[in-house]
């Protein structure tokens, strides 16, 4: 039985565990599913990616969660929460993020899950905002944003797309505990 730290109806969140880095580093070479991200990752990116996420919640208590299916115990991908200190008008903050592999798409998945992470953020993580960037070209994750009643507050340079053709710039958008 595994331990989820967050659950809903369909999905539990949890913190990694070694049975993730198969699936996850498949899911990060995968070009649909790193389409709005600088580049695919490598393994050994992927690997050290997952390694900042889990000392991340050593240090926090969060991070971008892996998610599991509960129906099927199957890893689709991740959502959480994060600390941003790259240098910007919007930070440092606590963002919300989420990455899913193409299987999972479609299914509300991400709402669900991200909806689940705003409510711990300001419950359990006694948070008092929590922001969201996505690229400008990242129309679904925008689209969960509005769901998630999150407000547009304007637009960054990100520096990991800072040159790059693709994006122009990250849209950002803030919601505030109630």
Not at 4 to 32: H, K, V
Not at 85 to 110: H, N, Q
Not at 160 to 166: A, F, P, Q, T
């Amino acid at each position: 039985m595994r331990e989820y730290i967050i659950t809903t109806q369909r999905l539990g969140l949890r913190n990694w565990l070694p049975s993730d880095e198969a699936p996850f580093i498949e899911m990060c070479q995968d070009e649909a599913v790193m389409k709005h991200f600088p580049k695919v990752l490598s393994k050994e990116e992927t690997l050290g990616l997952i390694g900042r996420l889990k000392a991340h919640f050593e240090e926090h208590g969060y991070c971008y969660f892996a998610v599991d299916l509960l129906e099927t115990s199957e890893f689709i991908g991740f959502t959480g929460l994060a600390n941003q200190i790259w240098e910007s008008a919007f930070t440092p903050c606590v963002d919300i993020g989420w990455r899913l592999k193409r299987a999972a798409w479609g299914k509300g998945y991400a709402t669900e899950a991200a909806a689940a992470c705003l409510n711990a953020a300001f419950t359990t993580f006694n948070l008092n905002e929590v922001l969201a960037f996505a690229t400008n070209t990242n129309s679904a994750s925008e689209q969960v944003m509005k769901k998630l009643g999150m407000n547009y507050i304007g637009n960054v340079q990100h520096p990991l797309i800072e040159n790059d053709d693709r994006f122009t710039h990250c849209v950002v958008y803030k919601v505030l505990r109630n």
